[in-house]
């Protein structure tokens, strides 16, 4: 909804990467948003989080800010970052454990557009992609030399303060920036602090070949609150809890690769990197401490091929991507009958080979279909090491291989509308951590845990009608030994769910916009259920039913843009200790929250632009996820004002 379309009555001519290489947005049979460089300035966010929520309608659970976000497009509930990819230039930057993803390591000056694919697209993209896939582009140099500086103070002693530039010598394009961020936190004990700065190369060879290099780094330190029990949450959900966590990670990205076009046997590009994470932390609760030091290290290659044969386009790829965990930790247990110290160390790596496929066939000017398949292979290895007991020691492996492949077809009705149908066979490997316990004591290695794996069908059409456009995409999805964490009596561990679970629903947008005012209205509808055993027809945790945002802006004066916004998060269930055992769960009603949002460019100052915000405006006090009776509090009444100037 931060968008303005145009206005010349046909579907915005967008070019996306959603199948790895570019092409028109009309053509692709996927709901794909795509977020440009223009909407995240405007935006005033100061995460890619944010941007993800205001501007693609995504939701977010949080156990305490952006550096724990977990992202749910498609109803997965707590276990929706394992199914979820991001991508950055390429390659892979998900983390492979279940760990919280910490979406404030991609500085937002270093970001030239954010795609976002709902649905399963593992046949292009592999493990993970099941639920979406976020694709970000990090910028390259500018023809003319453009610099920005933006700061902005907020409730909670809030401070955000970042720079950018980007340019171009002959041939070499650059680009620069950094960022800083503070905050004291809605909740005791939920203080942050990031540093970060980023830097991007691109050459042009020839006419015809090209070069990049980026890299980046952040410094992030951040405290977990802990949740609350209800009682707690409803009297003042500023409390910290009982189970506190301080973390200290690092990231470094650093990324590359060279392009070759018009060789007169196709493109062949070559992406590849590496993402180093340390991450470190300590946890204190009322049963004892744990110090744990850990790092978590990804590395990608993929070289890709790109042909037009006739009326067909063709893309052939391969992908390698190497997981190394190294984990360093000591646990004191302090119970009644005596204090346990356990000192532990594990090594864990995982090595992931596929080969992937599309063709894109235009059968006429309105009829485009394509056909994409792959196969990989997967190898895990956990050697854990206890030195307070060597006969808990392990080690062990497993090998799986799956296949994936999807077909589509998309109809252009006209230039102004549009419709598309399409297919998707899926899967997904355990994360390591959920195939393997390698922190603490009880490690173990669920050699028979299975890969998930499952089918989806959607359909969607746009239409554009003067200043209006509507958007829908109704969609189903079945799934196969969906993998949840069980904690019923005499189970406490991973396992696949005996009987298939499905999920179905229906994304609908309506936007609107003129000169003088413009409005956004976004609504998705989930049903998840359980379609077999005991427990058949139960609700899967963590999945609101109802998602709405919806907005409405008003430009009074040149340069001067006012909306106001309406989020509201339908009822769910909460967890209360996995599949087979949810009986207990209870039931969290919706809620609805309002903000404000202001952005004026200054007429006399070139450049000048001041931003202003207004979250959660009534205070409601809300939590979108809960756990075993345990509350974990999303942020209250929240005022912001920035400034950005452009030279």
Do not use: C
């Not at 590359?256 to 590496?274: K, L, P």
């Not at 009534?618 to 509350?631: D, E, H, I, L, P």
């Amino acid at each position: 909804h931060a968008e303005t379309p145009p206005n010349d009555g046909t579907l915005e001519p967008l070019t996306v990467t959603a199948f790895r290489f570019e092409q028109p947005k009309v053509e692709v049979p996927s709901n794909v948003t795509l977020i440009d460089r223009d909407t995240i300035t405007r935006s005033g966010a100061t995460n890619l989080a944010q941007v993800l929520r205001d501007a693609a309608n995504m939701h977010f659970t949080s156990l305490g800010g952006p550096s724990s976000a977990s992202l749910d497009a498609r109803g997965f509930g707590a276990n929706a970052m394992v199914n979820t990819l991001i991508i950055v230039d390429g390659r892979i930057v998900t983390r492979p454990d279940m760990g919280a993803f910490n979406w404030t390591q991609f500085p937002l000056e270093s970001i030239e557009s954010v795609e976002v694919l709902r649905g399963a697209h593992t046949a292009l993209y592999g493990d993970r992609a099941t639920g979406s896939v976020i694709k970000i582009t990090t910028r390259r140099g500018t023809d003319q030399m453009e610099s920005a500086i933006q700061g902005s103070y907020g409730s909670f002693q809030t401070e955000n303060l970042r720079f950018g530039s980007s340019g171009r010598i002959d041939r070499l394009g650059y680009v620069i920036g950094g960022d800083y961020f503070y905050t004291d936190g809605y909740r005791d004990f939920s203080n942050q602090r990031n540093r970060s700065i980023n830097l991007g190369l691109d050459y042009t060879l020839t006419d015809s070949l090209s070069a990049y290099a980026n890299a980046s780094y952040l410094s992030s330190d951040y405290n977990l609150p802990g949740a609350l029990s209800e009682a707690v949450f409803f009297a003042n959900p500023r409390q910290r809890g009982n189970f506190l966590t301080t973390n200290n990670e690092n990231y470094t990205n650093l990324g590359g690769g060279i392009v070759a076009q018009d060789t007169g046997f196709g493109t062949f590009r070559v992406d590849g990197g590496a993402i180093l994470r340390k991450l470190d932390y300590n946890s204190s609760a009322p049963w004892g401490t744990t110090d744990v030091d850990r790092s978590a290290d990804t590395y990608t290659l993929t070289p890709t091929w790109e042909i037009q044969a006739n009326d067909t386009l063709l893309l052939l790829g391969v992908d390698f991507v190497r997981d190394e965990i190294d984990v360093s930790g000591v646990n004191v247990s302090d119970f009644v009958f005596g204090a346990f110290t356990t000192r532990y160390d594990a090594d864990i790596r995982r090595n992931r080979l596929a080969v992937f496929g599309q063709a894109t066939h235009y059968f006429s000017d309105q009829f485009i279909g394509n056909l994409s398949a792959r196969h990989e292979t997967a190898r895990l290895r956990v050697n854990y090491i206890e030195a307070t007991d060597p006969l808990n020691n392990y080690s062990d492996n497993t090998r799986a291989n799956e296949q994936a492949f999807g077909v589509g077809l998309t109809h252009l009705i006209n230039d102004n509308a549009r419709a598309w149908i399409r297919f998707e066979h899926f899967y997904r490997y355990p994360s390591t951590d959920e195939i393997a316990g390698y922190q603490g004591s009880g490690a173990f290695f669920l050699s028979n845990l299975d890969p998930e794996s499952g089918q989806t069908i959607e359909l969607g059409g746009d239409l554009r009608h003067g200043n209006w456009l509507f958007s829908v995409n109704p969609f189903i999805t079945w799934l196969k030994d969906e993998i949840f964490f069980d904690s019923s009596p005499g189970v406490s561990e991973n396992r696949n769910f005996d009987s298939r679970t499905r999920r179905y629903g229906n994304e609908l947008t309506v936007r609107y916009d003129e000169p003088l005012w413009g409005i956004g209205f976004y609504h998705r509808y989930i049903k998840t259920e359980e379609r077999g055993g005991p427990t058949k027809g139960q609700r899967i945790a963590h999945v609101p039913r109802n998602l709405i945002n919806a907005t409405a802006t008003i430009r009074p004066v040149e340069g001067l843009d006012l909306t106001t916004g309406l989020s509201y998060r339908g009822s769910f269930d909460s967890d209360a200790g996995g599949l087979g055992s949810n009986a207990g769960a209870i039931p969290i009603g919706g809620t609805t929250t309002y903000n404000l949002r202001a952005r004026y460019v200054v007429p006399f100052v070139e450049g000048l632009e001041l931003l202003g915000s207004i979250e959660n405006l009534t205070n409601k006090r809300y939590a979108n996820f809960v756990q075993f009776g345990s509350y974990y509090p999303e942020n209250g009444r929240s005022l912001s004002m920035g400034v950005r100037y452009r030279f």
